[in-house]
């Protein structure tokens, strides 16, 4: 299960999306450096959802993005 819906995400406002991207980035960075610490980590898997979910938030604001350019 996705940590953020597209839905979720294309409802959000651009510093809401900004604000979440900061989180998921504070989270990633902490569980790398667990990582390379040598700790373990509760669930692996959440750093690759981390990953794609921020991926996810970038890729619609660089869509939305350019959807205004093309409008210009």
């Given at each position: 299960?996705?940590?953020i819906?597209?839905?979720d995400i294309r409802e959000?406002?651009?510093e809401d999306r900004e604000k979440k991207v900061m989180?998921?980035?504070t989270e990633l960075l902490r569980l790398k450096?667990?990582?390379k610490a040598g700790g373990a980590v509760d669930n692996p898997a959440r750093v690759r959802e981390l990953r794609k979910a921020i991926a996810?938030?970038?890729?619609?604001e660089n869509e939305e993005g350019r959807a205004g350019e093309e409008k210009k």
């Open positions: 299960m996705p940590i819906r597209l839905k959000m406002s651009f989180e998921l980035r450096t667990m990582v996810r938030i970038l890729t619609i």
